[in-house]
């Protein structure tokens, strides 16, 4: 057998409202069921996509940090730039990939207030960085989100 943990993840939601749910004690109890059954679906699309998610992160995070540095003066975000630049993966366990995207969500965000005060002052490199950031937020939501009748 080859293990499909989406699929089996969605299967046991389906058994909680199958199975489990007309076999509630009370309309309270079935309630609660119903909405564990959800979330447990939601946990499924999360397992199906996350080492893909994480992992075009902590590239588009890289690349965007490659590319901002030579603007850069203050030296140790230069040098936690570099850092998070040179990720390289070394696991595909999520929770490799997660610890790996959290350093470089936190170089981005710093870089993030060094491109807005910048822009502030009238750096025109730092307003195209500002807004290629927020591209990369958009994308980051917009990969996160589930399909859903929530």
Known sequence: MIPKGAAGIDHLATRMVTGLMPKAADAY??????LLAALVRLVAQDFDRAAQVLTSDIEAAAAIVRDAAPHIANEDLKRRMAEAAALRL?????EALNAQADVAMRVLIDLHAAAEAAADEGAEWAV???SQIW???DEYVAKRAYDSAF
Do not use: E, N, Q
Request: proline content about 0%; aromatic content about 6%.
């Open 135 to 137: 591209r990369f937020l």
């Open 128 to 130: 195209a960085l500002d």
């Open 29 to 34: 109890m079935g309630a609660d069921i119903g």
């Open 90 to 94: 070394t696991s595909l366990r999520i």
